[in-house]
Nanobody
């Protein structure tokens, strides 16, 4: 079992910044992917950014140049630095983990981000 606990959401004005954190615990394998999905009102869940244990990063087009994903290996923690926030970034941000060997996926409960115009 893998558990994911997010923190760092909140309210920001357009143009502002927030930093999300997610700590993974439990049966974490050495080769994995950690990342963030977003669930916005009236929209399907979408991937925002992912980062593999080898350091490969991927971003959805709408956040490129504004968001940065990083990992802290020792603490099995993934971060999402969000700059130049826009109202359309509003939503619940869910931490994501994928086991490379089994392809098992786990999501956290989410942390809410609200960006006002």
């Amino acid at each position: 079992q893998v558990q994911l606990v997010e923190s760092g959401g909140g309210l920001a004005q357009a143009g502002g910044s927030l930093r999300l954190s997610c700590r993974a615990s439990g049966n974490i394998v050495s080769i994995n992917v950690l990342g963030w999905f977003r669930q916005s009102p009236g929209k399907e869940r979408e991937v925002v950014a992912t980062m593999s244990s080898s350091g490969n990063r991927n971003y959805t087009d709408s956040v490129k140049g504004r968001f940065t994903i990083s990992r802290e290996k020792a603490r099995s923690t993934v971060y999402l630095q969000m700059n130049s926030l826009k109202p359309e970034d509003t939503g619940a941000y869910l931490c994501y983990y994928r086991d490379y060997y089994t392809n098992r996926q786990v999501w956290g409960k989410g942390t809410l981000v609200t960006v006002s115009s």
